[in-house]
C-alpha cells in the first residue's frame, strides 16, 4: 500500500480512533482539532459526560487493540433499571444470556485514543479550526487564533469534525446535488450530577441503566467509576411543561419533588446544577453523498449525527472506522472504490440507526413504564 499523508479534520472521538488505523497501515497522518489539548488544558464540557459502548465500538477498539485499557474504566450495564412514577422500580436485563452495555467516560475514552494516536506517530495540531475547503486546490484554510488563516494542501482528507461540521459545510456548498436533511426534535437536554455516596459508593443501583420514564419525557442515568451518575434530563423546549417553565429555584425543586421523588434526596444542589448547566438541543442529520473525487470523505456525526436514544453514535461512527480499514485491506491504494464503497455500505445502516434512534425515544420515556411491559419482563427475567 502506498503511504498517504492524511489529513483528518476533528481529534474527538472518531477522528482519533480513525487516525490510529490509518497509522497502523503505514501513512502519515495530521490531525487538525479546533479545541485545545484537552489532556493539558480545560476545555469546554464536551457533549454528554458518558456514553454507553456496545459491541459495534467494542469490536473497533479491540481492532486497534486498546479495548482492555478501555474497558478497564468502563462499568458493565446489565440492563435497564426502571423507576416509574408511582414508586415502582424493575430491572430489565438486556438479554437472556448475560449482555451488557458500558458505561464509559467521554472525556477518559477521547484522551486515551488521542495518547495511542500519538504514540503511533499521529500529529494532532490543536486550536485549528476548519474554515473553508478549496475543492480545485485541494487546500483546507484552518483558524489559528488571531488573524491567522494557515492553508494546508491535502491529497486525502476525512472530516471527522461532528454533527456541525465545518468541512461538511464546505463539500455541500460547492457541490450541485447535495442532499441535506437536518431535522431537531422538540425535547432538549440537561445533564444533572448526581454525587457518590459516602466512600465513593453508589446510591443507585451500579450495573445499570436507570430511567425514569414520564411518558412525553424522562430522566436517565448512567453510572461513573467514581460512584456518581451523570443524570441527563430529555425534556420538553416549550410547552406546559417544559424548560421554558421551569425559571424558578422552587419551579425547578418542586417539579423534581412531585416527578422523580427519589433523585431530589441525591441531588443536593439540584437546582443550581440545573440553572447552570446548559440546555442542549438534539439533531439528526442525514445528508449525501459523503465522498468526493477519492480525496474526502465524511465520517462520524459529519456523516450521520443521531439523537442519542439508542447509545449508538459513537458506536456506530467507531464502526465506520471499522469497515473503512476492512475496505483499506481489500482494496489497498485504490481510494476511489475504498470511499464509494465505504458510501454505499455505511449510508443506508446511517439512515437505519437514525431512525431506529427517532422511534427508541418513545420506547424509552413511555413503553419501559407501560405495566403490560414491566410484568412481561418480570416473567421473562424469572
Ligand atoms: P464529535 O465527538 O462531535 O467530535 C468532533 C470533533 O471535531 C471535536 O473534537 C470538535 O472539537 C472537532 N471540530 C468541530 N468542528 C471543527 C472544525 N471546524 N475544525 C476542526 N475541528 C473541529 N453515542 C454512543 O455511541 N453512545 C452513547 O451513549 C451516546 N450518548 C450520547 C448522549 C448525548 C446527550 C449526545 C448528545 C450524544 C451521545 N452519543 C452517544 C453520540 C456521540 O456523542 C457521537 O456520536 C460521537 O461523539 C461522534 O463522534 P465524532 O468524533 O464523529 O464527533
Redesign the pocket.
Known sequence: MKKQEVVI?????????LSIYMSKKGHAVTI????NDMRTETVEA???I?????D??IKALKEVGIIDDILGIAIPMHGRYIHTAEGIHAFQPYGKTGEF?N?VS?YEL?CRLMDLAEHHGVSIKFN????DIDWQKNEIT??VGQDELPVVPFSLCFA????????RLAHMLHHNKFDYNQYYIDCG?K?LSIPAGENNSFLLEKNALHIWPRKDYMLIA?PNTDGSFTG?LFFPFEGPLSFERLTTKEAVTSFFKTTFPDVVDIIPDLADQFFNNPT?S?VTVKCFPWIRDGKFCL?????H????F?????????EDCSILNTLMDLHGDDWETILSTFQKLRKPDGDAIADLAVNNFVEMRAKTADPNFLLQKKIESK
Open positions: 479534520i476533528g481529534a474527538g472521538l472518531v477522528g482519533s480512533l487538525y482539532e479546533r479545541r464536551g457533549r454528554s458518558n456514553l454507553a459502548l456496545s459495534r465500538g452495555i458505561s467521554r477521547n485549528h479550526k476548519c474554515e484552518f483558524h471527522a469534525d461532528g454533527a456541525f461540521s465545518a468541512a437536554y445533564e448512567l441527563t442542549s438534539l465520517i462520524g456525526d459529519a456523516a449525527a443521531i439523537v442519542p439508542f447509545g449508538q453514535g459513537m458506536n456506530a461512527g467507531f
